[in-house]
Structures are given as structure tokens and as C-alpha cells.
């Protein structure tokens, strides 16, 4: 009778238990391969994933690179025209200098042709003094109209003198 007893008749046998615990576990084996499976799957996506993440990350920063390099070469190429446009300017400059330098007169030089100049002007000054000093004793005596215009026209040419030689000095 295979394990039944005739009091209690169920219809399960030892041998119908045995095939229902393996069913059981066949079943809960064929869950557990496919929630496994469904993992494995889930894994492999999110590793994919995860590599295109890293793939984009890195062609993101290679670009990132890229650009920096290009402004950091366009930077360079500006701050080295700015420097050659300032070399030219201080160069421009230097020149200016050097030709003013050339073409200066040193103080000394110049306080002594000032000297010189005054002295010739005090010396022409009084020397026309001293012409018109004797031309006015001339028509003070009165020598005639004649004489007396003369006077004058020598006073006149000697104060135009003087004048020219004003001139003269103040346009050096």
C-alpha cells in the first residue's frame, strides 16, 4: 500500500510527496535562473551604459582640450603682436631720443652763444648810442637842414640796425 493507511486516505504517497517537493524546486530553480538571467541582462545594460557614459566623458573632455588649446594658441598669438607692436613703439622712441639727443645743443654750448649774442648787442647798442650821441651834438649845433636830415636818416638806419640785430637774436 505504499506508505497510505486506511484510516486516513489523502491519495499522497511518499513517492507523490517526492515529486511535488522536486516540482516545487524545479520551479522555485526556473525563478531564481530567470530573476538571475533578468540581473545578468540588467548588469550588462547598465555596464553599457556605463561605457558610453565614460566614452562621451572623455570625447567631451578631448573637445574641452581642444578648445583650450585653440584659445590658449589664439591668447598667445595676440600677447606676441601686442609685444612685437610695443617692441616697434619703444623702438620708435628710442630713435626719437637718440635723434633729439644728436640734434640738441648742450646747456653750456647754449648759455655761451647767449653770452656772446648779449655781449654783441650791449656792444651795438652802445656804439649806436655813440652815434646818436655825436648826431645829436651835430644838430644841436646846427649845421643846416641838410646836415640835420642826414641826422636823422643815420639815427633812423642805426635804430634799424639795432632792431635787426634783435631780431636776429631772438630768431636763433
Given at each position: 500500500?505504499?506508505?497510505?493507511?486506511?484510516?486516513?486516505?489523502?491519495?499522497?504517497?511518499v513517492?507523490?510527496?517526492?515529486?511535488?517537493?522536486?516540482?516545487?524546486?524545479?520551479?522555485?530553480?526556473?525563478?531564481?535562473e530567470?530573476?538571475?538571467?533578468?540581473?545578468?541582462?540588467?548588469?550588462?545594460?547598465?555596464?553599457i551604459?556605463?561605457q558610453?557614459?565614460?566614452?562621451?566623458a572623455?570625447?567631451?573632455?578631448?573637445?574641452?582640450?581642444?578648445?583650450?588649446?585653440a584659445?590658449?594658441?589664439?591668447?598667445?598669438?595676440?600677447?606676441?603682436?601686442?609685444?612685437e607692436?610695443?617692441?616697434g613703439?619703444?623702438?620708435?622712441?628710442?630713435?626719437?631720443m637718440?635723434?633729439?639727443?644728436?640734434?640738441?645743443?648742450?646747456?653750456?654750448?647754449?648759455e655761451?652763444?647767449?653770452?656772446?649774442?648779449?655781449?654783441?648787442?650791449?656792444?651795438?647798442?652802445?656804439?649806436?648810442?655813440?652815434?646818436?650821441e655825436?648826431?645829436?651834438?651835430?644838430?644841436?649845433?646846427?649845421?643846416?637842414?641838410?646836415?640835420?636830415?642826414?641826422?636823422?636818416?643815420?639815427?633812423i638806419?642805426?635804430?634799424?640796425?639795432?632792431?635787426?640785430?634783435?631780431?636776429?637774436?631772438?630768431?636763433?
Amino acid at each position: 500500500m505504499s506508505g497510505e493507511t486506511e484510516r486516513n486516505i489523502s491519495g499522497w504517497t511518499v513517492d507523490t510527496l517526492r515529486l511535488h517537493l522536486i516540482s516545487v524546486v524545479d520551479e522555485r530553480d526556473a525563478k531564481l535562473e530567470a530573476a538571475d538571467t533578468a540581473a545578468g541582462l540588467r548588469n550588462e545594460q547598465r555596464f553599457i551604459a556605463q561605457q558610453q557614459a565614460i566614452k562621451d566623458a572623455l570625447i567631451s573632455q578631448k573637445e574641452a582640450v581642444a578648445a583650450a588649446l585653440a584659445a590658449a594658441e589664439k591668447a598667445v598669438l595676440v600677447a606676441e603682436a601686442n609685444a612685437e607692436r610695443w617692441r616697434g613703439a619703444a623702438n620708435e622712441w628710442r630713435g626719437a631720443m637718440n635723434d633729439r639727443e644728436r640734434t640738441l645743443m648742450p646747456r653750456s654750448e647754449a648759455e655761451q652763444r647767449l653770452q656772446a649774442i648779449a655781449e654783441s648787442c650791449t656792444q651795438g647798442a652802445k656804439a649806436n648810442a655813440d652815434k646818436i650821441e655825436a648826431l645829436s651834438k651835430i644838430v644841436e649845433k646846427g649845421t643846416g637842414r641838410r646836415e640835420g636830415l642826414m641826422i636823422v636818416f643815420v639815427a633812423i638806419a642805426a635804430i634799424a640796425a639795432l632792431v635787426s640785430i634783435v631780431i636776429a637774436i631772438r630768431a636763433h
